[in-house]
């Protein structure tokens, strides 16, 4: 079945403690994106990659990391997470950037920071 | 400043009705726009989509309408049925530099009442 798999699907975590949550799409895309989803604000986009080795920040990067060493994986690294950061997560792919490659999104990943 | 607004959080709709759901925004550069679903505990769905050189795109039950010179699209769900409950997100989209950057507006909760 194509999809794309995050995880942990919950976290709960301290201010400070470094966490990675993973994904990955077994669709052979090229983009990668991963997005935060908070109340009245929509889905803002953190980083995105193009491909391996490509990436590129969001609308709101600050206070994560991301890495795409391998085309299916995708992890979004938050080295010092702070309480601002809780929030509902969401990776997603596409095969493309183009007109014709709506988003492929997981299910979600809520974290929060204490 | 949000670029893309749903000023409706929320929209109550008899089973059988029509469903309007809109959205507004203010950059005339986008020239894509698409529209997610969002079920509970699961990622956004593609739903429909429309170039800007269109003003009008059909896909079963769901219709995209979009006003170039009101800055204005709206989803039409005709008929309304109860599984159509989630929240929908609109999305405009635009080329900046390599890249297609996506920006989401904030949502609009369908409840279909039985």
């Known amino acids: 079945e194509a999809q794309v798999t995050q995880n942990p699907r919950y976290l709960i975590t301290v201010t400070g403690k470094k966490l990675t949550v993973t994904c990955s799409q077994n669709?052979?895309?090229?983009?990668m994106s991963w997005y935060r989803q908070d109340p009245g604000l929509g889905l803002r986009q953190i980083y995105y990659?193009?491909?391996?080795?490509?990436?590129d920040k969001g609308d709101v990067p600050e206070g994560y990391k991301v890495s795409r060493k391998e085309k299916r994986n995708f992890p979004l690294i938050l080295e010092s997470p702070s309480p601002n950061q809780t929030s509902l997560y969401f990776c997603?792919?596409?095969?493309?950037?183009?007109?014709?490659?709506?988003?492929?999104f997981g299910n979600g990943t809520r974290l929060t920071v204490t | 400043d949000q670029q893309v607004k749903q000023n409706s959080p929320s929209l109550s709709v008899q089973e059988g009705r029509i469903s309007i759901l809109n959205c507004d925004y203010t950059n005339s550069m986008f020239d894509y726009f698409l529209w997610y679903k969002k079920y509970p505990a699961e990622g956004p769905t593609f739903l429909i989509s429309?170039?800007?050189?269109?003003d009008k795109n059909e896909d079963g039950r769901f219709t995209v309408f979009l006003n170039k010179s009101a800055k204005h699209l709206s989803l039409h769900i005709v008929p309304s049925q109860p599984g159509d409950s989630a929240v929908y997100f609109c999305?405009?989209?635009?080329?900046?530099?390599?890249?297609?950057?996506?920006?989401f507006g904030s949502g609009t909760q369908l409840t279909v009442l039985p």
């Open positions: 999305a405009a989209s635009v080329t900046s530099g390599s890249a297609r950057q996506l920006t």
């Open positions: 669709m052979n895309h090229e983009y």
């Open positions: 429309i170039s800007s050189i269109k």
């Open positions: 990659s193009m491909n391996v080795e490509v990436t």
């Open positions: 997603a792919s596409s095969p493309s950037r183009g007109y014709n490659s709506p988003l492929h």
